[in-house]
């Protein structure tokens, strides 16, 4: 499953959920690993498909290098992904930082995207985008005494609120690295995410949309992220605003917030929607 390649002149992993489906290739978020998905595998979405997950560079077990985190940067990394894997192309998808790098390279590699699915992001970014990420940002490079502390920190974040669930484990264990003292330090690299994040403010998203004439699925979560009365992270306007703008988009909710819809019952609707779309 764990698999390596030497792409764009960087190490790469992935998991490779082997089927004889057609190929999916998702994205995780900002500051996020390969391990977003487990839910939506322990939900079937494979054999529905073969799932291909990445590691981004700067993130998990993938090259780490000082710089380049533009978003010509990683697009170069997923074409040299499929490139080394013989696909000409695939159905791409992504979740939150990799749904806006889906919408990146359905833009500017057309011929490489069958469809493309993407998960609670959207053209109109945030006002308090700088704000609003910051926290996960600070946490970045800073060891913590043990994996027993640092799961307890997790779960009472705020966008957990009375939520739990142990599948969402196995992306944590990702995250994070063991140092010689036995302290555990988060594998993301907070320089690349910072980089990241300035390069997709900057981008001319708008511009971007009429561009994408693949078939695009956007799910969008319902669900508060934060304490109770906090509203969602993509506001289901801006979502179908995004929508509107696509030339074959379609639009479709999930239940839980921006993290927990990729577990449980978002996890089944998520499921449901792109097994739905990769068979029309």
């Known amino acids: 499953m764990d698999r390596f390649l030497q792409a764009n002149g960087i190490r790469l992993h992935y998991l490779d959920h082997a089927s004889a489906g057609p190929t999916l290739l998702l994205m995780p978020g900002l500051t996020a690993n390969a391990h977003s998905f487990d839910g939506l ?4 979405l494979v054999p529905a498909v073969r799932l291909l997950a990445l590691d981004l560079r700067g993130r998990g077990l993938s090259d780490k290098p000082e710089s380049g985190y533009s978003l010509a940067d990683h697009a170069a990394d997923v074409i040299g992904l499929l490139d080394r894997l013989e696909l000409d192309s695939v159905i791409l998808g992504g979740h939150s930082y990799g749904g806006l790098l889906g919408l990146y390279l359905a833009a500017n590699n057309p011929e490489r995207v069958e469809k493309l699915v993407v998960i609670d992001a959207a053209a ?45 484990e196995s992306y944590f264990r990702a995250d994070i690295e063991t140092l010689p003292s036995g ?27 009429p561009l994408i004439g693949q078939p695009t699925l956007l799910l969008n979560a319902t669900g508060g992220y934060g304490l109770p009365g906090a509203p969602p992270l993509l506001p289901r306007e801006q979502a179908e605003a995004t929508v509107a703008a696509l030339p074959q988009g379609s639009y479709s909710e999930v239940p839980g917030n921006h993290i927990t819809m990729l577990y449980g019952a978002g996890a089944a609707r998520i499921t449901e929607e792109i097994v739905k779309f990769v068979s029309n």
């Open 41 to 44: 595998v322990s939900a079937g």
């Open 124 to 168: 109109e970014m945030h006002p308090d985008t700088r704000r609003l990420i910051q926290p996960a940002i600070d946490r970045l490079g800073k060891p913590v005494p043990s994996w027993e502390t640092y799961l307890a920190a997790v779960k009472v974040m705020p966008f957990f609120h009375q939520w739990w669930d142990p599948a969402i």
């Open 183 to 209: 302290q555990v330090v988060s594998r993301s690299s907070p320089a690349a995410i910072t980089e990241a994040v300035e390069h997709v403010l900057a981008e001319a998203w708008r511009e971007k949309l």
